[in-house]
């Protein structure tokens, strides 16, 4: 007899319990997750109706314009291609300012983790540079890269190393002693330590902390291009509000808003993977 004709049977069964059991689960994700969205675009509407109707009765539409009037910006910007050059012109530092930032930022963290001497020596330094509004360190930045891109591409890169070295840094630290002497008794050597126990370790903490260095990453172009810049986001409202021009300084906040929020949308669903993993990894 074979034996696949004696457990496929049973096998079926116990899929098709399971299915069956999962269905209500999933009608319920489903339900829920039609609420969330349901209730986020009501709320979206109604501020859109409130902001309607306080626009030129409640408060000048020299400071708050209409809806329509600022949509009507962004569609001006759309129709001569200004949108997408500005768009293009503060994503391109930020993606450079944030891989320059995170790898050097994975690189030192991990060198300060594993050397003792190192981050007793230098640590306390690192966290009083830390301590320093990035502001304040824009004059010196002119100074030594000049204004333009690369000046967005440096305090980028500067609040992205911030945000991710502590994290990296605190990740490796988090490795227990017990489990390490535990693998290396099973006979890894230091590169399975590093590769498949360190790092993966440090690489939960460092997803978690994509949700601020990566909208982070943009801020810090668009701070730049407002003080110094020609071209991109931040020159867009600086420009549209050094002329008093309501509608488009909205406008601007309008078009930034909804990259940051594509963005955290991004993150969220890798940091989402990356807890699965590890929730996965724990059980």
């Not at 006979?187 to 982070?216: E, F, M, N, Y």
């Not at 309501?246 to 955290?264: M, R």
């Amino acid at each position: 007899m074979n034996i696949e004709t004696v457990v496929t049977p049973e096998r079926d069964e116990a899929v098709a319990q399971v299915a069956t059991a999962e269905k209500p689960a999933r009608k319920k994700r489903g339900r829920k997750a039609w609420i969330q969205t349901s209730s986020r675009l009501g709320a979206v509407v109604l501020f859109l109706v409130l902001w309607s109707l306080a626009a030129g009765t409640l408060v000048d539409t020299f400071y708050l314009p209409e809806p329509t009037e600022v949509a009507g910006e962004i569609r001006d910007w759309i129709v001569d291609g200004s949108l997408w050059t500005n768009i293009m012109a503060t994503m391109v530092p930020a993606a450079q300012g944030f891989l320059i930032g995170g790898i050097s930022a994975i690189v030192l963290g991990y060198l300060f983790a594993m050397s003792k001497v190192v981050s007793m020596v230098l640590e306390p330094f690192v966290a009083a540079a830390y301590g320093i509004p990035v502001v304040a360190l824009v004059p010196l930045l002119i100074l030594w890269l000049g204004i333009g891109s690369s000046l967005a591409v440096g305090v980028s890169a500067i609040v992205v190393f911030f945000l991710i070295f502590y994290n990296v840094y605190f990740g490796i630290r988090d490795v227990k002693q017990e489990f390490i002497d535990q693998v290396r008794i099973a006979g890894a050597s230091q590169w399975d330590l590093v590769t498949r126990v360190r790092i993966p370790s440090a690489l939960v903490w460092v997803v978690a902390s994509l949700k601020l260095a990566v909208p982070h990453a943009l801020v810090g172009v668009v701070v730049a291009e407002f003080l110094t810049g020609s071209e991109g986001l931040g020159y867009m409202l600086s420009s549209n509000a050094a002329q008093f021009n309501a509608a488009g300084t909205f406008a601007s906040v309008v078009v930034l808003a909804a990259i940051s929020f594509a963005l955290d949308r991004i993150v969220f669903l890798i940091s989402r993977r990356a807890l699965m993993w590890k929730e996965a990894a724990e059980h």
